[in-house]
């Protein structure tokens, strides 16, 4: 079995201060790992996306990723928040042979002034 | 290059009725999947498509059920709605099958359905 656990339902920062989204995942197979992020009323959107290769990935709009099995985790992280970010944002996990993306609850960012 | 295209982007139905929601995919890609989000569930994958064929299926009954085309056009359809259908429905395309887990999936914007 599969699954993805985003650790925090909600998270706020500042404007100009770091973002760490937490996701950790369970899989029995080397998986290829993904964030997503949803705008209100919009579809999803792919940050980034790990697929065995350096564990550390950039995205789009400045964030980025780091793969730890060691600690089955992918946080996503931005060194600093725009109001633009304020979103829900998916950690998504697929493994070999396996067509569905498996998703976690998301975590809804919120970015004060 | 345009994006992944779903229509209708908002519809309202009576229990009871059936509902189709239709799905153009990147040019080029040949895989299609269909996912349901709910505030309650979030989100889960229904199925996928890719030459014309399911080639796997979420944990959906029945009434839920797609199609596609030789051009890779998509539609699902929920037949004998229930209020608990009321949800966003997300197409995502991809270059090829979805066997290769590293592949990237596109997602549209998502037909908004409620059930009255």
């Known amino acids: 079995a599969q699954s993805v656990t985003q650790l925090d339902s909600h998270v706020s920062v500042s404007e100009g201060t770091p973002v760490l989204l937490r996701c950790n995942y369970s899989?029995?197979?080397?998986?290829?790992l993904f964030w997503y992020v949803q705008h209100p009323n919009k579809g999803l959107q792919l940050l980034l996306k790990?697929?065995?290769?350096?564990?550390l990935v950039k995205g789009i709009n400045g964030f980025e990723a780091e793969f730890k099995k060691s600690e089955t985790s992918f946080h996503l992280t931005k060194p600093s928040a725009h109001m633009s970010d304020a979103a829900e944002y998916f950690c998504?996990?697929?493994?070999?042979?396996?067509?569905?993306?498996?998703f976690g609850s998301g975590t809804r960012l919120q970015v004060q002034p | 290059k345009a994006g992944v295209t779903q229509t209708p982007r908002y519809l309202i139905k009576t229990r009871g009725q059936q509902v189709t929601l239709s799905c153009s995919p990147i040019?080029?890609?040949?895989?299609v999947s269909w996912y349901q989000q709910t505030p309650g569930q979030g989100l889960q994958f229904l199925f996928e498509?890719?030459?014309?064929?399911?080639?796997n299926k979420g944990n959906f009954p029945g009434r839920f059920s797609g199609r596609q085309f030789s051009n890779s056009r998509s539609e699902m359809n929920v037949s004998t709605l229930e209020l608990g259908d009321s949800a966003l429905y997300l197409c995502?395309?991809?270059?090829?099958?979805?066997?290769?887990?590293?592949?990237?999936?596109?997602f549209g914007e998502g037909s908004w359905l409620t059930v009255v």
């Open positions: 040019s080029g890609h040949r895989s």
């Open positions: 998504a996990l697929r493994t070999p042979g396996r067509r569905a993306l498996t």
């Open positions: 899989s029995s197979y080397s998986p290829s």
């Open positions: 995502a395309s991809s270059s090829s099958e979805g066997v290769f887990s590293g592949n990237t999936i596109y």
């Open positions: 498509y890719f030459s014309e064929t399911q080639r």
């Open positions: 790990y697929t065995s290769a350096a564990t």
